[in-house]
């Protein structure tokens, strides 16, 4: 049986980088951010100690999940070649942790269907769910689905599907 | 000006592996496998403690470089598109080593340019230089490159162009 194959971003579509986010936030300078601080912003805009977050050990790792992916995840397994596509390579610590994470929250996903990298040009399914205009944007596949957060809610999803979560994206594909 | 892109694998074409896997073999074992004792036999056949060998830390970030691609490496960046992709994920601990080395090694390559995978079926180059038939056959690109090593260096190269060595590549591309 033929099976489409679809690529599937981990920070901001599996792994709430957002909410990792915010507690740090929290916790560096007592401020609580809520939506209206983040719409629009690009993620560094809104967080400015990104990269003291997430160079920090362990911030990949216990990452929460984003709801309702797993469950998903699991049926795209079965009617689609899946890949999970991490543009992790700016922060070579996180390799591990990244791995560790899909371990630990999807057992069903095989070691030969990850992919670490830095850019996604090279990358070729037939669909790409991402958070990210840069990787859709040159991703060379068919269909691509942009996977709501803040930094991009706002934003005109141009020839992209726009979904707001997980049961949108089972309702699109399954 | 267009580039075209190009896929360069590691283990076994930038990364001398077989290297390795010879002085380890004698440390363990007290036998210096020669050529003869390698040639048409896949990596595990050759050497029996290949797991042992390369699950030790460090094995990935100490392994010995293949003469003469540094220099033809530096041409290719200018002249390609140019990728490094690794089968890297079966060994997750080799992820951060595998990263550290190209670092060292070749300082001109950006981390965009790094792509750590299982399958390399996804990967969407116009070229790819691999040393494993089980990465050129599923490539979805135009032109295949192989890579002699003692694993493969018996076979018929079948619809992929052989090279003995990085001087061939340059000839070949450049």
Same mark, same amino acid.
């Given at each position: 049986m033929f099976k489409p194959s679809i690529a599937v971003d981990m920070d901001g579509?599996?792994?709430?980088?957002?909410a990792?986010?915010?507690?740090?936030?929290?916790?560096?300078?007592?401020?609580l951010l809520t939506a209206e601080h983040?719409?629009?912003?690009?993620?560094?805009?809104a =967080? #400015?100690?990104? &990269? +003291?977050?997430?160079?920090?050990p362990g911030f990949f790792s216990k990452a929460p999940i984003i709801a309702g992916?797993?469950?998903?995840?699991?049926?795209l397994n079965e009617s689609f070649e899946l890949f999970i596509v991490s543009a992790a390579m700016? =922060? #070579?610590?996180? &390799? +591990?942790?990244?791995?560790?994470?899909?371990?630990?929250?999807?057992?069903?996903?095989?070691w030969k269907q990850i992919v670490l990298c830095g850019s996604k040009s090279l990358i070729c399914t037939d669909i790409m769910i991402d958070d990210h205009f840069k990787n859709l944007n040159?991703? +060379?596949?068919?269909?691509?689905?942009?996977?709501?957060?803040?930094?991009?809610?706002?934003?005109?999803?141009?020839?992209?599907?726009?979904?707001e979560n997980w049961e949108e994206v089972e309702r699109l594909l399954l």
């Open positions: 579509v599996l792994a709430d980088v957002y990792s986010f915010i507690t740090m936030h929290r916790e560096e300078t007592g401020v983040l719409v629009g912003k690009t993620e560094a805009e =967080f #400015p100690h990104i &990269l +003291k977050h997430v160079n920090s992916c797993q469950q998903v995840m699991e049926k700016e =922060f #070579p610590n996180s &390799l +591990k942790e990244k791995y560790d994470w899909l371990a630990e929250h999807f057992p069903f996903i095989h040159v991703f +060379k596949g068919q269909r691509t689905i942009l996977f709501t957060q803040p930094h991009n809610s706002i934003a005109d999803p141009g020839k992209h599907h726009r979904v």
